[in-house]
């Protein structure tokens, strides 16, 4: 009837790509296990399978599920398995078969679909065997150590990334093509990114993965950035130690739910030529010391739930790319095996991210922003707390410069710009005079020689 319509059309749509295997799907086939393994008719359900090609006498699995040295109860488990680790497409078809061979009371209705999604996606997902959750484990170790620095005052010293926060903005196409445009458009586009940006919509890091309305998960995010403001160091490593923070709350529920979160460097040329995705991710796994057997579980883990798993890819603009590898087709989103792994990708405004996005799918673009112009201030203020009558001048002087406040929202140029009227207690008329008079307060400080001469060679470059 209407039920078996459904299903139906449901397997005979084509997807626009192979997509495994939903959470919520392998969810309840967790949940009806036992009551499937009992009554589902394993032969009949195979024949069903193979009729839709979802299973075929070629493959392994199916050779060892129609062994004669296994029980009953055992074949059905591995009939179980094989569809969890199979495609959305594999999961109807099952359903389909189910509905022929006596088990129609479990099998899912049209009108439950939506709400069993939403009951199971709000469930604590599987951890993952004890390997995964022992190389999380030591993953979440190495980012709880990580710091920021903060150049301010007399010296530099480390802050923890729990009282850090930073600003990030959405974009629109547009804007997006603008600050990936030519020199000149790149120019425009970095001057004003900031100020655009911040007058915009802006999110928490928390919902960088979340869709703004039903909260429903992205898994492929652009974020891009200017020198300095923050992509590497304020968000990687802030995101990097909100995962490993993560507490059972509804705010964090998308990093409690991630199993594993990687980071690449792609200005590695050795990651350009790897060619397979188990080789990729032994490279991020082999040097927390973790064994053979425990690799293979963890590899075995990404495979069969990539949802799981967040990969940040770092440093696009400086990549040397290789457009016939691996890593450029998982950058891509084409990599067949790990086309669900949520990914980010953090770059400088480029042509090459022209090229990315013009060839593939981002369910969202971001743009780092930096501090916003009460950020400036607040940290104008800080940066000068033993002497507040600097910070009042500067801030003053800042109302007057709108082309060294476009600077302030850098963190990076932010350093730069009170150092330097912590040395020369002015701004310079021009930015190339800024410049010189920043790295001329940089030197003074790296040597802790006044009078410092700035070099010929560094002015002119």
């Known amino acids: 009837g209407r039920q078996s319509l459904y299903l139906r059309g449901m397997a005979e749509k084509e997807p626009r790509q192979v997509e495994k295997c939903k959470p919520w799907q392998r969810a309840w086939l967790g949940q009806h296990r036992a009551q499937l393994v009992s009554r589902m008719e394993t032969s009949c359900v195979m024949d069903e399978l193979i009729s839709k090609g979802s299973l075929s006498p070629d493959m392994d699995e199916y050779q060892e599920m129609k062994s004669v040295y296994i029980t009953q109860n055992v074949r ?11 495609t959305v497409k594999d999961f109807w078809n099952f359903q389909i078969s189910l509905s022929k061979t006596g088990c129609e009371d479990i099998v899912i209705k049209a009108e439950d679909e939506d709400s069993l999604a939403d009951q199971f996606e709000q469930m604590d997902f599987f951890e993952g065997p004890p390997a995964v959750k022992k190389f999380a484990e030591k993953l979440k170790t190495s980012y709880r150590k990580l710091t920021m620095p903060c150049f301010q005052g007399q010296g530099n010293r480390e802050v923890s990334l729990k009282d850090m926060a930073t600003t990030i903005g959405l974009l629109d196409a547009d804007k997006m093509n603008a600050m990936c445009g030519t020199a000149k458009e790149q120019a425009e586009s970095v001057r004003g990114a900031a100020v655009a940006s911040k007058d915009g919509e802006t999110i928490e890091l928390r919902h960088v993965m979340k869709r703004g309305e039903g909260g429903k998960f992205l898994r492929r995010q652009m974020v891009l950035g200017c020198a300095g403001v923050g992509k590497s160091s304020a968000f990687f490593k802030k995101a990097a130690y909100e995962w490993a923070e993560a507490t059972v709350t509804a705010t964090a529920q998308f990093w409690r739910d ?3 979160f990687i980071r690449y460097d792609l200005n590695d040329e050795s990651l350009w030529e790897e060619k397979s995705w188990e080789g990729l991710f032994r490279r991020v796994i082999r040097p927390f010391g973790m064994s053979s057997s425990e690799e293979r579980d963890i590899l075995d883990f990404i495979c069969q739930h990539p949802e799981r798993v967040v990969v940040v890819l770092d440093s696009l603009d400086e990549a040397n790319i290789n457009k016939d590898s691996l890593m ?5 989103g084409s990599c067949e095996d790990l086309v669900n792994v949520n990914m980010i990708v953090l770059s400088r405004p480029c042509e090459k991210v022209s090229l990315l996005a013009m060839t593939s799918v981002f369910h969202r673009r971001l743009e780092v922003v930096g501090f916003t112009e009460e950020k400036i201030n607040d940290y104008v203020d800080s940066f000068f707390a033993s002497d507040p009558s600097k910070s009042h001048s500067l801030r003053a002087a800042l109302s007057g410069r709108p082309d060294v406040l476009s600077l302030m929202h850098s963190p990076l140029l932010a350093t730069m710009m009170c150092r330097t009227f912590k040395v020369d207690g002015k701004l310079a008329s021009t ?3 800024l410049y ?3 790295v001329l307060a940089m030197l003074q400080q790296s040597t802790g020689k006044a009078g410092y001469a700035v070099p010929v060679d560094c002015c002119s470059m």
């Open 76 to 86: 059905a488990r591995k009939l179980l398995d094989f569809i969890a680790s199979a």
């Open 436 to 438: 010189e008079s920043a």
């Open 328 to 332: 450029w087709r998982f950058v891509r």
């Open 258 to 260: 991630m199993a594993l």
């Open 431 to 433: 930015q190339t005079q």
